[in-house]
């Protein structure tokens, strides 16, 4: 089958389903995931579908995908640096604007949340929020929401920036408990 024909059907098929996986593709059309990834590429950038975990959305369908430009949470206008993105079932994402909200908002949706991904605040790549290491308390005022969870992907890294700066180093599971804590505590989100 021609890639031309091929990108036809994905496109007849994401406009019936709303949302498609990555490998249920590959395998209906028996080619590789990375010949599924190129030839759904000028569908995303034309806007016509959003990337989602493991899959392709429809990009117009609100329950897919929330609003980029603000918080699921507080409303906050999102800053790429800052922000986490919960995967959800059935294909949708969320965007908070820090990992405080995407704390509580993984809370909020407990079942649902497949993963949550956020940057390494030292390197600034995408990492999985379950396995990172957490500065809170820290001298440092990013201007976002309170506390501050800062997330790194070594541990070594979250200490040191911890001597520079002040805080403590927890993991995701620590981190989650001193939020519901903190919330608990002030009985509001930020």
Same mark, same amino acid.
């Given at each position: 089958?021609?890639?031309?024909?091929?990108?036809?059907? @994905?496109?007849?098929?994401?406009?019936?389903?709303?949302?498609?996986?990555?490998?249920?593709?590959?395998?209906?059309?028996?080619?590789?995931?990375?010949?599924?990834?190129?030839?759904?590429?000028?569908?995303?950038?034309?806007?016509?579908? $959003?990337?989602?975990? +493991? +899959? @392709?959305?429809?990009?117009?369908?609100?329950?897919?995908?929330?609003?980029?430009?603000?918080?699921?949470?507080?409303?906050?206008? @999102?800053?790429?640096?800052?922000?986490?993105? /919960?995967?959800?079932?059935?294909?949708?994402?969320?965007?908070?604007?820090?990992?405080?909200?995407?704390?509580?908002?993984?809370?909020? /949706?407990?079942?649902?949340?497949?993963?949550? /991904?956020?940057?390494?605040?030292?390197?600034?790549?995408?990492?999985?929020?379950?396995?990172?290491?957490?500065?809170?308390?820290?001298?440092?005022?990013?201007?976002?929401?309170?506390?501050?969870?800062?997330?790194?992907?070594?541990?070594?890294?979250?200490?040191?920036?911890?001597?520079?700066?002040? +805080?403590? $180093?927890?993991?995701?599971?620590?981190?989650?408990?001193?939020?519901?804590?903190?919330?608990?505590?002030?009985?509001?989100?930020?």
């Amino acid at each position: 089958m021609l890639a031309s024909e091929r990108q036809k059907q @994905i496109k007849e098929l994401v406009v019936r389903r709303k949302a498609l996986k990555i490998s249920e593709l590959s395998e209906r059309f028996q080619v590789s995931d990375m010949t599924i990834h190129r030839d759904i590429k000028a569908m995303v950038a034309s806007g016509f579908v $959003v990337k989602t975990f +493991g +899959g @392709i959305s429809l990009a117009n369908q609100d329950t897919n995908v929330s609003n980029r430009n603000e918080c699921v949470v507080c409303y906050k206008t @999102i800053n790429n640096r800052l922000s986490c993105r /919960l995967i959800l079932t059935e294909n949708r994402v969320e965007t908070a604007c820090c990992m405080h909200c995407g704390f509580i908002r993984n809370e909020m /949706l407990d079942n649902e949340v497949l993963e949550i /991904l956020c940057d390494d605040f030292f390197t600034n790549t995408t990492i999985s929020a379950r396995n990172a290491y957490f500065v809170l308390e820290t001298t440092l005022d990013l201007g976002c929401c309170q506390p501050q969870f800062l997330p790194f992907n070594q541990s070594e890294h979250a200490k040191r920036f911890a001597r520079g700066f002040g +805080g403590n $180093v927890v993991t995701f599971t620590e981190a989650m408990e001193k939020e519901a804590k903190q919330r608990e505590k002030s009985k509001g989100c930020c």
